[in-house]
């Protein structure tokens, strides 16, 4: 069966760091795309990244500038959201999603879902 579980959302201060992780079940995330969204309150879901072993380069949200990194540890079949100058427009549910096998970001139909971990950025 597969399975997302997201962690390592919490309370942040403006400014600061949180690390996000995608651990996954039933399948090798080597062989499927994984990607990041949030949707805040009275906005539309928004892609923040998406990494697959089958594409040239790992992509992210427009907003992101530079202030985020995707890694994936195989061994752990788990996928890390680094999220560095956190600020409150980064407020929140942070999902992990997956596609495959042989998944792309590109035209994903992101088939498979965790249940979401609340990030909140104070100032």
């Known amino acids: 069966e597969v399975q997302l579980v997201e962690s390592g959302g919490g309370l942040v201060q403006a400014g600061g760091s949180l690390r996000l992780s995608c651990a996954a079940s039933g399948f090798s995330i080597d062989d499927y795309a994984i990607g990041w969204f949030r949707q805040a309150p009275g906005k539309e879901r928004e892609g923040v990244s998406c990494?697959?072993?089958?594409?040239?380069?790992?992509s992210y949200g427009r907003f992101v500038k530079g202030r985020f990194t995707v890694s994936s540890d195989n061994a752990k079949n788990t996928v890390y959201l680094q999220m560095n100058n956190l600020s409150p427009e980064d407020t929140a549910v942070y999902y992990c999603?997956?596609?495959?096998?042989?998944?792309?970001?590109?035209?994903?139909?992101?088939?498979?879902w965790g249940q979401g971990t609340q990030v909140t950025v104070s100032s």
């Open positions: 999603a997956a596609e495959g096998p042989m998944g792309h970001c590109a035209g994903s139909k992101w088939h498979y």
């Open positions: 990494t697959s072993s089958r594409d040239s380069s790992d």
